[in-house]
C-alpha cells in the first residue's frame, strides 16, 4: 500500500540554523500539507500546498517558513533560521483529489539546541 | 473558528473489553468531516475512521465504530474487543470541506488509552 514518506526521522540542530524537512507524498495526490505537534501537545495545521501554491497558512507559520515542491515527488518544509520553540514533531501529509482523507508519514522530530 | 473538544486525558481497558472514547466540536457548519487518527508509540498518525456529516449512518470499520451525533455535535469513538496494539494516543479530529479537498484538520488535544493485558 501506497505510504507517505518523511526523511529524516531525527534531526538535531542548533539555534539560529536552518533546517529542511523533506517528504514524499503519495504518488497519485496533488494536495499536500504540513502539521507539526510539539511533545505533549495536540497536532497543529501549519500550511497546505497545491498547484505550487501555499492554499492557507497558520499563524504559526511565519517567515520563517517555506515549503516548496522542488521536482515531481519531494515537497519540502524548510525552517530558516531556527527556534528553541521550533522543537517538534513534523509531519506532513497528503490526500488525493476528490477525497478528503489525509495521509500522514511518519514525522521528522526536530530538536533545536 | 472551529473546535475540537476530548475532554478525557487518559482511557485504561481490559484486553477484549469494549471502550469508548468521547469527542465533541463546535461549528456553525452544516457540512463537514470527521476523523478519529491513532497515534501509537511510534508517533505516526493512522487514520482509524472517518464520517461525512452528511450521512446518518455511523461509519464503521471492522472493531472501530462511531457513535455520531450531529445535533449534539457529539463523535465518539467505540473499539470493540480490544487489543495491546489498541493502546496509542486517539485524536479526534475536525474537516470544514472546501473546493478542491485541501482543507486543514482541526485536531482535539488527544486521549491516551492503555489496553491491559
Known amino acids: 500500500e501506497p505510504e507517505v514518506t518523511q526523511t529524516p526521522s531525527h534531526q538535531v540542530t542548533q539555534m539560529g540554523q536552518e533546517v529542511i524537512l523533506r517528504c514524499v507524498p503519495i504518488s497519485n495526490h496533488l494536495y499536500f500539507y504540513w502539521y507539526r505537534q510539539i511533545l505533549g501537545q495536540k497536532v497543529e495545521f501549519l500550511v497546505s500546498?497545491?498547484?505550487?501554491?501555499?492554499?492557507?497558512k497558520s499563524e504559526i507559520f511565519d517567515d520563517q517558513f517555506s515549503v516548496e515542491r522542488p521536482d515531481g515527488s519531494n515537497f519540502t518544509l524548510k525552517i530558516r533560521s531556527t527556534k528553541l520553540e521550533d522543537s517538534a514533531m513534523y509531519f506532513c501529509?497528503?490526500?488525493?483529489?476528490?477525497?478528503?482523507?489525509?495521509?500522514f508519514g511518519p514525522g521528522t522530530r526536530l530538536l533545536v539546541l | 473558528a472551529q473546535t475540537v473538544t476530548q475532554s478525557q486525558p487518559e482511557m485504561s481497558v481490559q484486553e477484549a473489553e469494549t471502550v469508548t472514547l468521547s469527542c465533541t466540536y463546535d461549528?456553525?457548519?452544516?457540512?463537514?468531516?470527521l476523523f478519529w487518527y491513532k497515534q501509537p508509540p511510534s508517533r505516526q498518525m493512522i487514520l482509524v475512521i472517518r464520517q461525512e456529516a452528511y450521512k446518518q449512518q455511523n461509519a464503521t470499520e471492522n472493531r472501530f465504530s462511531v457513535n455520531f451525533q450531529k445535533a449534539a455535535k457529539s463523535f465518539s469513538l467505540k473499539i470493540s474487543d480490544s487489543q495491546l496494539g489498541d493502546t496509542a494516543m486517539y485524536f479526534c479530529a475536525f474537516m470544514k470541506p472546501s473546493p478542491g479537498a485541501n482543507s486543514k484538520l482541526t485536531f482535539g488535544k488527544g486521549i491516551t488509552l492503555s489496553v491491559r493485558p
Open positions: 500546498f497545491y498547484n505550487n501554491e501555499i492554499s492557507e
Open positions: 501529509a497528503s490526500s488525493a483529489p476528490g477525497t478528503e482523507t489525509q495521509y
Open positions: 461549528t456553525s457548519e452544516n457540512n463537514y468531516y
